[in-house]
């Protein structure tokens, strides 16, 4: 079945440590999102890709990074730079619909920072 | 940039009543909305959109929801809930940057459906 894989599904880490979030789509979709939801927020955009080997932040970038080595994979990376990363992330893709995209999620990762 | 407003975080209802979960919208030339669902620590799915032509959506498990440009609202609705329905709403925007299209979500409203 076509569809995003994320793992893993939680995640502790210690305070000072780097963590990588791996996201995996094999619906062939060109564009993939990384979010962060904390309860009563909503979903903030953290950072995106269009294509491959090109990616734009979001609105909360600092503290994260991405790479976009191939189409199937988007990994983020939490960082120690990131003041409070304990949150749900999740990932998503999409394809073009009418001239809007239509996202499709993970199941997401829950970081918890001890 | 755009910006969405869910003017309720949580709803509580009983089952087989009606519910309108609102949301409203910052103006734009063109705009395309979505109402996704979230179940407990799951991500999110799509449960139905607004690209263009009728300004009534439905969904297939009986949502629906209007989209009213004066008034720059996409409020959702059913007429009698379940309470499987107990979940978070989102609405949604989707706008071009200069990276290329992203999504813009409300902060979400729990739906909680009561027996």
């Known amino acids: 079945d076509g569809g995003i894989t994320q793992s893993p599904k939680y995640l502790f880490r210690k305070e000072g440590q780097n963590v990588t979030l791996s996201c995996e789509q094999n619906?062939?979709?060109?564009?993939m999102y990384w979010y962060r939801q904390d309860p009563g927020q909503g979903l903030r955009l953290i950072y995106y890709?269009?294509?491959?080997?090109?990616?734009q932040k979001g609105d909360i970038a600092e503290g994260y990074s991405v790479s976009r080595e191939k189409k199937e994979s988007f990994p983020l990376t939490v960082t120690s730079a990131q003041k409070n990363p304990t949150a749900f992330y999740l990932c998503?893709?999409?394809?073009?619909?009418?001239?809007?995209?239509?996202?499709?999620f993970g199941a997401g990762s829950r970081l918890t920072v001890l | 940039a755009q910006s969405v407003t869910q003017l309720d975080s949580q709803v509580p209802v009983f089952e087989e009543a009606p519910v309108e979960l609102r949301c409203n919208y910052s103006?734009?030339?063109?705009?395309?909305l979505f109402w996704y669902v979230q179940y407990p620590n799951q991500g999110l799915q799509l449960l139905l959109k607004?690209?263009?032509?009728?300004?009534l959506v439905e969904s297939i498990n009986g949502f629906e929801a209007e989209f009213n440009k004066s008034q720059t609202s996409f409020h959702l609705r059913k007429p009698s809930v379940h309470i499987s329905d107990t979940a978070e709403y989102f609405c949604?925007?989707?706008?071009?940057?200069?990276?290329?299209?992203?999504?813009?979500f409300g902060a979400g409203t729990r739906l909680f459906v009561k027996a």
């Open positions: 890709s269009q294509i491959v080997n090109d990616f």
């Open positions: 998503a893709s999409s394809i073009r619909s009418g001239g809007a995209n239509v996202l499709t």
């Open positions: 607004y690209l263009s032509g009728s300004t």
């Open positions: 949604a925007v989707s706008e071009m940057d200069t990276g290329g299209f992203k999504t813009i």
């Open positions: 103006s734009s030339v063109s705009v395309y």
């Open positions: 619906l062939n979709h060109d564009a």
